[in-house]
């Protein structure tokens, strides 16, 4: 795989985005491991643009790291600076399912029942209320009815 080449001006807009994240992944003694460079893609998937700190002295061995993560990853280099590397790569869209069977779940409320002699404490009680119930101000459940279009609506659209 190859690098992605941006332009200067959208690698301006990403070390600036970066100025201020920490770093997510950190190179030690070993240098590029698998585990190092599975964590690197794993970071990229989730964030998009990551700050990876190399704890080596030799500059040759750092730009040979951050050229093999960003072929190897296929992300953009943006910025290398002391011992701090920046990558970019666009994050994969999230596929979400939609379940049409699936209703809003149960919800608990705490509904407190006030005694009418102002010393005592009031009666804490647990309810449950389902997707298609309502809690009413004084507590109790109730089930929510259809909304009913117009007889006026309904005969509009026909």
């Known amino acids: 795989m190859t690098a992605i080449l941006l332009t200067p001006s959208q690698r301006k807009v990403h070390r600036a985005q970066a100025h201020h994240l920490d770093p997510l992944v950190m190179i030690g003694g070993d240098g590029l491991t698998p585990s190092v460079i599975k964590e690197t893609d794993s970071a990229l998937n989730s964030h998009g643009l990551i700050k990876i700190r190399v704890h080596g002295d030799d500059r040759v061995a750092r730009e040979a790291m951050y050229q093999t993560l960003a072929d190897q990853l296929n992300a ?28 809003a779940g149960p919800r608990d409320f705490k509904v407190l029942k006030y005694s009418k002699r102002g010393g005592q404490r009031p009666e804490v009680k647990m309810v449950r209320v389902l997707g ?19 007889i006026k609506k309904s005969n509009q659209s026909s």
């Open 132 to 150: 298609n119930q309502r809690l009413t101000p004084g507590g109790q459940v109730k089930r929510n009815k259809p909304k009913l279009k117009s």
């Open 76 to 103: 953009a280099p943006i910025q290398h600076i002391g011992k701090l590397l920046v990558l970019w790569r666009p994050q994969p869209e999230k596929q979400r399912t939609v379940d049409e069977d699936r209703m």
